[in-house]
């Protein structure tokens, strides 16, 4: 782990909000060279403290107006590979994220559908039918807000 100082918390800060900042933008709101900036940014990388940029899409605008957090229950873990499931469910299009979780669960889910019946449609044709696939909770999301995280972003 390393130190992080105030520049370093706002640099952070400020790429969590928009990624596709320059060194230079940035380094202008820090009050640092494009220089410095971007060996910042190099350093915060190396460290695995920022990894990658991501590109958050309108899921409504696409289409896909339902989402759907499922916890799935495998129903014989003796006679499944974790790696199968995993593998066959990460191959569902519709599923945006597979966490592999402790507790009630042995998976939770992300799922994304253009409707209820569409839903409905991918939870019985495509998810209940994967190899080891027990009992499902579902919890359909009505809002979603992005809360700030330990670094204020």
Do not use: C
């Not at 339902?66 to 129903?75: I, Q, R």
């Amino acid at each position: 782990m390393i130190a992080l100082d105030e520049i370093d918390r706002k640099l952070i800060q400020s790429l969590a909000r928009d990624a596709t900042q320059s060194a230079g933008a940035l380094g202008r709101y820090l009050g640092l060279s494009q220089p410095a900036t971007w060996r910042r940014i190099k350093r915060l990388e190396s460290a695995g403290i920022l990894r990658g940029k991501r590109l958050r899409l309108n899921r409504e605008v696409l289409g896909f107006g339902v989402t759907v957090f499922l916890g799935v229950k495998l129903a014989t873990k003796g006679h499944v590979s974790l790696d199968d499931f995993e593998r066959a469910v990460s191959a569902i299009p519709e599923v945006q994220t597979v966490e592999h979780v402790l507790g009630l669960y042995d998976y939770r889910l992300r799922v994304v559908a253009r409707d209820l019946a569409d839903f409905e449609r991918v939870l019985r044709r495509r998810i209940m039918t994967l190899p080891g696939a027990g009992a499902v909770e579902a919890n359909v999301l009505l809002s979603e807000e992005r809360l700030r995280g330990p670094l204020g972003s």
